[in-house]
């Protein structure tokens, strides 16, 4: 809807001058006739796909429920497709980005804050620790998280975010880790998008860190994200309001949090929803048990050369509840290795 | 946006079997210089407001910023517009609509909960003696609200809220809640969508209650509902998921809440804020402390004739520091008997 949105904004200038000639009329309407043709538009735009059934099945869906007067059609206001973040949009390895960020701005922040050296958890990360920290579990990178993503304003924030993202680069490919998103699976939002899904971001990371780039990286406005949050608190100081991010955790938006944040925040049940791991299992249980046609997919990292092979035993993105739920339920799976062409966005 | 993208997709099954003719050209150009023309477009819809200054203010804001070139300007993106809903979208006398549901369901549900007898709040709520629940204040009015909200699964709820809405009638119009919805308000939803803000509503109501009717009754799907909200766990079930609605708080969307809940689901500054009542306050200071330029709006309830005159002591919807801080920064007062030649829908 945006894309197609923004198509006939992006004329407006040119249209105020216009007197109606054969070339404008041209134009009027093969633009019309694009958005307009129905049913399931825009296969072609799956550039990166090879043709195999992961393939097929994500097109054949899409052509069921965009068919008016099919038993499976699915009125435009309910096509929710709901998809996970990490592993799925990008890459998560060797760690997730977002705790690569929290360690890079923990360092930057560590001399204002001497009393981190008490913290065992704090003084490993700021030593380049990394097993030490991830020795504690949850609680030490819970631990890390809040001392890194809070204590700041919003805007504060965000603005760290956007910093990090420009200057950073991903150890392993040497690019900004912005560019380390699936091409195919951005050819697979378009695709979406062009036949009237709504598309939202269901992370488990933080919703405030994924909406810094979601616009411009993914097409996916601030509201359609959803994700982990910390508190936040209305201050009223001197030069005006701010909202005071606290080092509390409000939300985990993992596992059985995702149905929950999905009824939160979208209020539909979704009716596509795809994930790569067994944070996502619950989302993709709830989205399959709506009472019309639903879809179910996992991206299965298969390809150790351009990307990376890990599954049942990862300590990031473990894929094992949800690979058995996979093959017993007939969700579609995508092969990274066998069904992608590229891997990464500009390749 | 939507309503753009619902014309052009309303044309599909046409355009199927379409051959370029003269018609269809000057169809399809005509509906793009409909769709293109800027700025500021459709101020004749306001048909219900009287040419004063509430109507001035909020046209010459978005003509403001919908004209390319302004310094004013402000992207399409960035045009997000908030609207509390008691008292502003819809009435909230004698009680705000969503307590009336509250205990009706109380009663219909008391014969399974023979223990609600045991609590004076509820007993005096199911002995119709609202003075006393109003007595406890807003603990007593959460303890209804509990009682009669929570312990069945989301869709459970939405079948309860929307069986009332279809049969409960306002005492005093003897109409249905959803008829008293206030036409000008109808009218400048679809102004500013026609401007391509998007629309938001940010209620201190329940927002499962909220999403029930505000996609037919205000064209807002309920992704961009904002509300207060109870907690809820997702459960595996012999027959499927469910999401189950619990006894426990989990966020009050009022005051300093308001900013804070716009920061968590839409996740940018609105430009234009509207609300009624002290409730609202907070969110129309966040809305107005934006960089760029900002519109902030009270309803005043001002016709004890066609709806009623309230404000700084009234027991619902209070317009007290509010109105104060409305008039210290010269925000717009939209005082319903002058400025609404029409109050409800389909008068």
Same mark, same amino acid.
């Given at each position: 809807m945006l894309d197609a949105d923004r198509e006939v904004r992006d004329l407006g200038p040119m249209w105020k001058t216009t007197i109606c000639t054969r070339r404008w009329t041209l134009l009027a309407t093969s633009l019309l006739l694009v958005a307009a043709t129905n049913p399931a538009r825009g296969g072609e735009s799956l550039a990166s796909w090879r043709d195999t059934d992961s393939k097929k099945q994500i097109m054949e869906f899409v052509e069921r429920v965009t &068919? /008016?007067? #099919? #038993?499976?059609y699915v009125e435009p206001a309910e096509r929710i497709a709901v998809f996970d973040n990490?592993? &799925?949009?990008?890459a998560e390895q060797p760690i997730y980005f977002q705790l690569q960020f929290a360690l890079d701005r923990l360092k930057a922040l560590a001399p204002e804050h !001497?009393?981190?050296? $008490?913290s065992p958890v704090l003084a490993a990360a700021l030593a380049d620790d990394l097993p030490a920290v991830l020795a504690a579990g949850n609680r030490g990178i819970l631990e890390v998280i809040m001392a890194s993503h809070t204590g700041n304003t919003t805007q504060e924030f965000e603005a760290a975010v956007a910093a990090w993202i420009d200057s950073a680069n991903h150890p392993r490919f040497e690019r900004p880790y912005v560019e380390l998103v699936y091409q195919p699976m951005l050819e697979l939002l378009d695709y979406l998008r062009q036949n009237d899904f709504r598309v939202f971001i269901v992370s488990g990371g933080g919703i405030d860190f994924v909406r810094v780039f979601s616009p411009a990286v993914?097409?996916? /406005? !601030? =509201? +359609?994200v959803v994700g982990s949050t910390v508190k936040t608190r209305f201050e009223m100081r001197e030069d005006g309001p701010v909202l005071v991010r606290l /080092? =509390?955790?409000?939300?985990l938006d993992d596992k059985e949090g995702k149905p929950v944040a999905i009824g939160r925040y979208i209020g539909r049940r979704p009716i596509a929803a795809f994930g790569n791991s067994d944070g996502d299992l619950q989302m993709l249980q709830w989205t399959a048990a709506g009472d019309g046609p639903s879809l179910a997919v996992l991206v299965h990292h298969t390809d150790a050369e351009r990307e990376w092979a890990y599954d +049942? =035993? #990862? $300590?990031?993105?473990r894929l094992d509840a949800a690979l058995d739920e996979a093959e017993k339920r007939g969700w579609t799976l995508i092969d990274m290795k066998r069904d992608w062409t590229t891997v990464f966005k500009d390749e």
């Open positions: &068919t /008016p007067g #099919s #038993s499976a990490d592993g &799925t949009l990008w !001497p009393e981190w050296a $008490k993914y097409g996916i /406005p !601030p =509201e +359609r /080092p =509390e955790l409000d939300f +049942r =035993e #990862s $300590k990031i993105g």
